[in-house]
């Protein structure tokens, strides 16, 4: 008798087993699902809860907290993707509720895999349909598992699951993992170039190399360097042979700081990043606010002198001051050089004096310049004429305007001043025999003095 009954509780355990294997068994990879609540006709698929199939997919609704799908499969997963779509109950701007992908070696213990919910998760859109691609499943996983941990509104779709066949063998060899030193000056660009080598044996899929936002790469460097995103490295029998990448910082960006990561990933072997550390540099510039050239005007053996405001930014050097030219040694600076701190020069006012020997016209060269900036460049006019203890009397001056040019007649040599409304010259410079025609940009109420004659006119 007890014989007997040990044979009928095998007897039965057996039947159970083969029953349930039948009823669930494992997917063989690579599977494939886009239909709606498989019941027990999809093999390596069960579900518990679901609702009423959606007409569209994806079709299988997650309708009550707790329903979930489990994907039992039979070897290592490869790539993962499937499509998922909220449908709100009422109004919220993103998902509110918790919807979870967990995997499983055992399908006991599950760890999670990827996050749906309103605060740490994936965002979710109402009634907007997106396909998920999961690279980075454990090779030891042997279980898939949908659930809505936690209804807050509305239900979740899940359709279109596609599992491919991965390799416990796949194997990417990279060179680096960092690539440091990206540069130029901000607006320029491209930067020089950097490379790294990848290969890859027992792949089950391409290798897939994608660049950041501010970076480029390519499989040809130099004048063939084209920009490709992403490189697509093909495998064949499970190899890709090693091939060179080359990098670069993109050209045109601005100011700043650009660390960002070039992304390799192939079925199976998850995810790898390069990290890219660069930036482009701001442009060194030296400033002499002051647009006119400079005329200083006195009588022979009497200095002159006049003031420039010069400033500079992004410097590596200090600014340096230089007069040439044939009358170089009738001008001279108050300083010839102006240190720069943290590559900045703040305004600083800088003295021309003019000291002529004898009656003329003299002229110079000053130039402002730093390592690295547009060198900038003035004409120094110098007018000495022959001391006289005459006082002449200020006569007034007949002044007419036409196209924006200030007219008057005057006598070869005078110097016309122009001056705004608060006091700033703004143009000095001999006058010619006859009509004088001096272009103004300016405008308003405007003082002109030519000689010893003054008036007024409005642009």
Request: proline fraction near 3%; charged fraction near 10%; hydrophobic fraction near 35%.
């Amino acid at each position: 008798m007890k014989s007997n009954a040990l044979y009928k509780i095998t007897s039965l355990i057996i039947i159970l087993f083969i029953t349930g294997n039948y009823t669930c068994g494992q997917a063989i990879l690579p599977f494939m699902y886009d239909g709606g609540n498989p019941v027990a006709t999809i093999t390596g698929l069960t579900q518990s809860g679901l609702g009423t199939d959606y007409s569209t997919s994806p079709k299988m609704k997650f309708d009550t907290s707790g329903d979930c799908l489990i994907l039992s499969f039979d070897g290592v997963p490869g790539v993962l993707s499937f499509k998922i779509k909220w449908n709100k109950g009422t109004a919220a701007s993103r998902f509110p509720g918790d919807f979870t992908l967990q995997q499983s070696a055992n399908g006991i213990t599950y760890s999670n895999v990827q996050l749906y919910n309103s605060t740490n998760g994936t965002a979710l859109v109402n009634a907007t349909s997106i396909t998920e691609t999961i690279t980075t499943l454990s090779t030891s996983s042997r279980y898939l598992k949908w659930i809505y941990t936690s209804k807050n509104n509305g239900n979740i779709g899940i359709g279109a699951i596609s599992l491919a066949k991965g390799s416990s063998n796949s194997m990417l060899t990279i060179s680096t993992t960092t690539l440091n030193g990206f540069t130029y000056k901000a607006g320029n660009g491209p930067s020089a170039e950097q490379s790294f080598s990848i290969s890859g044996s027992n792949l089950t899929g391409d290798i897939i190399i994608a660049p950041p936002a501010d970076y480029e790469i390519s499989t040809a460097t130099g004048a063939s360097f084209i920009a490709m995103n992403p490189v697509i490295l093909t495998e064949s029998n499970g190899v890709t042979p090693n091939t060179i990448i080359y990098s670069r910082l993109k050209h045109g960006l601005t100011a700043g700081n650009y660390n960002e990561n070039i992304t390799i990933t192939s079925a199976g072997t998850g995810s790898t990043t390069i990290a890219c550390t660069g930036n482009a540099t701001a442009n060194a510039s030296v400033t002499l606010t002051d647009i006119t050239d400079p005329t200083l005007s006195t009588v022979q053996g009497t200095s002159v002198f006049q003031t420039l405001n010069i400033s500079g930014v992004n410097l590596s050097n200090d600014l340096e001051l230089a007069i040439s030219g044939t009358d170089a040694g009738l001008f001279s600076l108050s300083q010839y050089s102006v240190v720069q701190t943290g590559g900045i020069v703040p305004n600083t006012i800088v003295t021309i004096t003019y000291s002529p020997n004898t009656q003329g016209y003299n002229t110079a060269t000053l130039t402002l310049s730093s390592d690295g900036a547009v060198t900038v460049a003035r004409t120094l006019n110098g007018i000495a004429t022959v001391a006289t203890d005459i006082h002449t009397p200020i006569y007034s001056l007949v002044l007419s305007v036409e196209n924006n040019h200030i007219l008057f007649m005057a006598n070869a040599g005078e110097i016309i001043e122009i001056y705004n409304s608060i006091g700033q010259k703004l143009i000095q410079k001999p006058t010619v025999d006859g009509i004088n025609a001096i272009s103004v940009t300016a405008h308003g109420l405007l003082l002109v003095k030519v000689g010893t004659r003054v008036g007024k006119v409005i642009l």
